[in-house]
């Protein structure tokens, strides 16, 4: 009924940029509070950023001044500008979104995941 996808991971050298990007479909009535989190191999997975319904972002504090999230309501599309990329960043990267679709059930929904190696 509903879908995420994400799309836009890679191969980067360490001070590289990529914009990952999580698209919805499906029977969405409205998408509120979406994450994006992330697990590196062998370690617990954490929230990376997250934005509100109203566009309202926070990140953590490893992310901070160098990923910015945002969101386009018209496309369904939340994204995750990543500059001054550090090996550490290196992980599979997921989102999570919270939606209501047309027959008013809430429901959270994650995509498959998109990896981000960042490597010289």
């Known amino acids: 009924q509903v879908q995420l996808v994400e799309s836009g991971g890679g191969l980067v050298q360490p001070g590289g940029s990529l914009r990952l990007s999580c698209a919805a479909s499906?029977?969405?009535?409205?998408?509120?509070?979406v994450g994006w989190y992330r697990q590196a191999p062998g370690k617990q997975r954490e929230l990376v950023a997250r934005?509100?319904?109203?566009?309202?972002?926070n990140y953590a504090d490893s992310v901070k001044g160098r990923f910015t999230i945002s969101r386009d309501n018209a496309k369904n599309t939340v994204y995750l500008q990543m500059n001054s990329l550090k090996p550490e960043d290196t992980a599979v990267y997921s989102c999570?979104?919270?939606?209501?679709?047309?027959?008013?059930?809430?429901?959270?929904?994650w995509g498959q995941g998109t990896q981000v190696t960042v490597s010289s």
């Open positions: 999570n979104a919270r939606i209501k679709t047309t027959d008013w059930v809430l429901t959270d929904y």
């Open positions: 499906g029977i969405i009535f409205r998408i509120y509070t």
């Open positions: 934005i509100t319904s109203s566009g309202s972002p």
